[in-house]
C-alpha cells in the first residue's frame, strides 16, 4: 500500500520532479483520503480538472496528489500571479507549469513590487485551450477564491465554461470536504481532508452551440451574450456536480443585477477567474 501511495511509476516527469513530487506526496499519507481515484488514472490526454477551494495548505497537497495518481502528467492550475512571487512556493508551482492570471492586485507589498510589468499575450481562456490542443491538462477553482463558508459553494465564475465549451475537453469534477470544518461549522485551517472524484462531464451538446457563434459570421454583442450564457449554464453544471461531491449546497439562481455584473466583467476584461 505505501509503494502505491509514494513510489509509484512517474514517466512523465523528470527525475528532479519525480523527487519533489514524492515529498509533497508525505503529508497526504496522514492527511488525505481518496475516493473515485480510478476516473483520473483511466484517463488519457487532455482534461480539465475543477475543484472546489476552501483552504490555502489544500492548494499544495491536492494538485500533487492529483498529478501523482496521473502517473506525473503535469496539471497546470490557474492560478493568482502572486503565488508564484512567494519564495520557495513559487518555485513548487513553477514546476507544474501553471496558468497565472492577473488582474488581482497583491496585499503584500514586497510581493507587488515584484508584479510583472508586462503580462502574457492572449487571455487566460485561450492559454487554457492552447494547453488543451496540445494534449495537456489544465486544473481550476471554479469558484474564483477560497471559499471559507463550510455548508454553501459560490456560484463559478464563467472561465471554466468558456473554456470546456471552445476546447471539447472533458471536465474532472472533484470535491474537497473539511472533515473537522463540518462539525465546527466552518473550514478548519489544517486538518484532514476528504477527496472525491467524480466522472468526467461531457459537453458535447452545449459545445456544438457554443462553436457556432464562434464562427466571423455570427460574431456580435448577442452572439458574445449567448457564449457567455452557454458558458455560465456549463459552469452551473459543474459546480452542481462539485457540490454532490464535497457536500456543500449549490444554487445556481442569480439575481438580474449580478447578471449584469458577470456579464460586465467578462466583456471588460479577462477577470473571469
Known sequence: MLREKLF??????QPGESLLLRFLMIPN???LHAEGIEHIR???GPLIVACNHNNAYESILVPAFLVYHSAGRKISFVIDWMFGKVPLLGHLLNAMEPVYVYHKRSTSKFLESRRPKRKPSGDTVSICCEKLRAGKRIGIFPEGTRNRNPLMLQRARPGIGHIALRSGVPVLPVGIQCVGGRKRKKNHVFG?????IGEPICFDDLSEVYRLGDRPSAISLSGVR?????????ADRIMS???GLCGKAFTGNLTDQNRQNHMGDFLKSDNQY
Not at 8 to 13: H, I, K, Q, S, Y
Not at 192 to 196: A, C, G, H, T, V
Not at 226 to 234: D, G, K, N, S, V
Open 42 to 44: 483511466q484517463r488519457q
Open 192 to 196: 484532514k481532508i476528504i477527496l472525491k
Open 8 to 13: 509509484g511509476g512517474l514517466p512523465f516527469l
Open 241 to 243: 456536480c462539485i457540490a
Open 29 to 31: 499519507l496522514f492527511l
Open 226 to 234: 449567448e457564449r457567455h450564457a452557454l458558458a455560465q449554464t456549463a
